[in-house]
């Protein structure tokens, strides 16, 4: 089994910044497709961001396109979300996840493995 453990997350002006940080262990592949979703208070739990096995296919949701970007180090097992222009909208738990493929999707149900979340919060 993988496992996920995000790191990063914290208390940020709005107009910040902040980068977020998903280390795999136990039994990784460092080809596994990786996304990060995230839950406001209240909400159902969204799509954020994806990347594919290799890294060369990235994909966003409409909500954080131009501001969020999504990386691996595949070396370091570890997939990061870096966030700019970040607005009190965005105060969420944060949440990496892998699945058993090199292709991105942005269903959550389609991945295997979950992190235990980080909290970020965009203060006004």
């Known amino acids: 089994q993988v496992q996920l453990v995000e790191s990063g997350g914290g208390l940020v002006q709005a107009g910040g910044s902040l980068r977020l940080s998903c280390a795999a262990s136990g039994r990784t592949n460092s080809n596994y497709a990786m996304g990060w979703f995230r839950q406001a208070p209240g909400k159902e739990r969204e799509f954020v961001a994806a990347?594919?096995?290799?890294?060369?296919?990235?994909y966003y949701a409409d909500s954080v396109k131009g501001r969020f970007t999504i990386s691996r180090d595949n070396a370091k097992n570890t997939v990061y979300l870096q966030m700019n222009s970040l607005i009190p909208e965005d105060t969420a738990v944060y949440y990496c996840?892998?699945?058993?493929?090199?292709?991105?999707?942005?269903?959550?149900?389609?991945?295997?493995?979950w992190g235990q979340g980080t909290q970020v919060t965009v203060s006004s």
């Open positions: 990347i594919s096995g290799s890294g060369g296919n990235t």
């Open positions: 996840a892998a699945r058993s493929s090199v292709v991105l999707t942005t269903w959550s149900s389609s991945y295997n493995y």
